[in-house]
Structure formats: C-alpha cells, structure tokens
C-alpha cells in the first residue's frame, strides 16, 4: 500500500523529484524500529575513503615470480577491482532508486546513507584500480542483475533482491578476497564493505518485513517470479571468468559451483525466513 505524508509546508510545500512528502510520526511506528537502528548503526559507522592506509600497504598483493608471473598475477588483481568497481556503480543506481521509491521516512532516513556509502565504495575502487594500472574486462552478468533489478515493478521486489538477496551474499566474496590479499589496502577496503553490506543487508530484512506485514498471494507470486528470474544471472555472474582469471578459474571450478550451491540455498531460507512460500524457487545449478 502506497501512502501520502504531508510535510511542514502543509498545502505551499515545493516540488519533489518523487512526487512524495514526508514527515516523522511516532504514532503507529513501531514498526519500523529496527529500520531506524539500522540508519543509526550505519551513521556511527560512516567512514572515508582518505581513512585507508594509501601510503602504508601496497594496493594489492606483490606478485613474484618471473616477469610473464607477475604481469599475469596483477592482471588477475586488476580484473577482481574491475568488477567490484563496476558493481557498487551500479549499486549507486539501486540505491538512489530505493531512497527515490521508499515512501516511509524511516526507510529514507536509512537509504539516504546508503546511497552515500554506494558512493564512496564506487570512490574507494576507482582509486584503487588506478593504483593497480587501470581497469580491466567488464562483467556483463552483473550489467543483467542490476537491470533486472531496476526494471522490477515494486518496492517489495527491488528490496527484495537487492538487500535481501545480493547485498547478503557478497558479503562472503568480499571475505574471500580479504584472505587472499593479506597486508593491502584492498584487505581493509574488504573489510569496511564487507560490514556496510551487513549492515544494508540488515535494513533490507526489517524493511521487507514491513513491507510484507499483509503479504497477499499476488505479492508472494511476484518475488518468487523475481527470483526466478535473477538467480540464473547471478548463477552466471558467480560463475563467469574473464580472460585474466580464466587461469585460475579451471582450477577452482568445483569449489566456485559448491559456493553458488551454497550461496542459492542461502538465499532461498532467507526468503522463507520472512514468510515466503518458496516452494516456486527454482534453484538450477550448472
């Protein structure tokens, strides 16, 4: 159900891009308290990309080995910021769309930071690919995510697959590079975006949970619908190796498609966790 606020302007109030006013109410809110800790939590822990340590570690691991060796390791590393760099551009989108749709105010407080916490991943791995010599190959998988995303029809299927979804997986893939890339800067970028996806994964479950206080069959049929349709894409994302890691993509095949396994069957629970009949999940692993 969409809903109207009117602000401290009452009938003179001026123009907004979303055609929607807002103004705090304590009335009847209750539900939306954890929404509101979660823009707490994410104020207290804002930070800039000027705090990583740019002069202290080196951007990515030191390759060694023969000069091939070498070229060949940086060339991996740099296809890795690649598409970290080109996932939180699009996730600036997403979250812009989400503070622009959201019509409860707690929900715009919360989204008003994580556009800005978007933003200053996208800032912190422009500087770091360029440190690393440039970028690399594009990711026409995570392209495909991000439309089906912002091409979804409703706020519910948005946050759906956006927080509750994704922003809960990647947390896992930015703990893997951090063990990989020992004593660097992209360790402790890993780190700081590892828990903002926590914290925006987090949001995303007590909103979706309002949002689903009367969940009618229709809604249920839509994000099982949206489902289907995103995780054969992000089958294919978590799968799909560039020419500068196809090297090392051969070798860890196996345990690439145990992780997806792994990753789906997490996504599944989650979305029975907030009551969900996910029994029209179709979960086809290659």
């Excluded at 907004?16 to 809110?29: H, N, P, S, V, Y």
């Excluded at 978007?118 to 190959?137: D, I, Q």
Aim: with cysteine.
């Amino acid at each position: 159900m969409r809903r109207r606020y009117g602000g401290a302007w009452g009938d003179n109030a001026p123009a907004m891009a979303t055609g929607q006013l807002i103004e705090m109410k304590d009335e009847g809110r209750e539900a939306f308290a954890d929404v509101l800790r979660f823009y707490e939590l994410a104020k207290r822990r804002e930070w800039q990309v000027r705090d990583l340590p740019w002069a202290e570690l080196p951007p990515i691991p030191e390759a060694k080995g023969s000069p091939h060796s070498q070229a060949r390791r940086r060339d991996m590393w740099r296809s890795v910021l690649t598409q970290q760099l080109q996932a939180d551009m699009l996730a600036c989108d997403m979250a812009s769309q989400l503070l622009n749709m959201a019509p409860d105010v707690e929900a715009k407080l919360y989204y008003s930071t994580m556009v800005q916490d978007e933003s200053r991943h996208t800032e912190a791995w422009l500087k770091l690919v360029t440190e690393a010599g440039g970028t690399a190959e594009r990711d026409p998988h995570l392209d495909k995510l991000a439309k089906t995303t912002l091409e979804a029809d409703t706020l519910e299927e948005k946050v759906f697959l956006m927080q509750v979804f994704y922003e809960r997986l990647i947390i896992s893939r930015f703990r893997l590079i951090a063990r990989s890339s020992r004593g660097t800067v992209l360790e402790d970028l890993c780190g700081r975006l590892a828990t903002d996806d926590g914290i925006h994964h987090g949001a995303g479950m007590a909103y979706e949970r309002v949002l689903l206080q009367n969940l009618s069959k229709k809604m249920n049929q839509k994000l099982v619908d949206a489902a289907n349709r995103l995780l054969p894409v992000f089958a294919a994302h978590a799968l799909w190796r560039p020419r500068e890691r196809a090297w090392i993509g051969r070798a860890m095949e196996s345990r690439d498609v145990e992780r997806l396994r792994e990753d789906l069957e997490l996504g599944v629970r989650l979305a029975e966790s907030l009551g969900l009949d996910v029994s029209g999940v179709e979960l086809t692993i290659p």
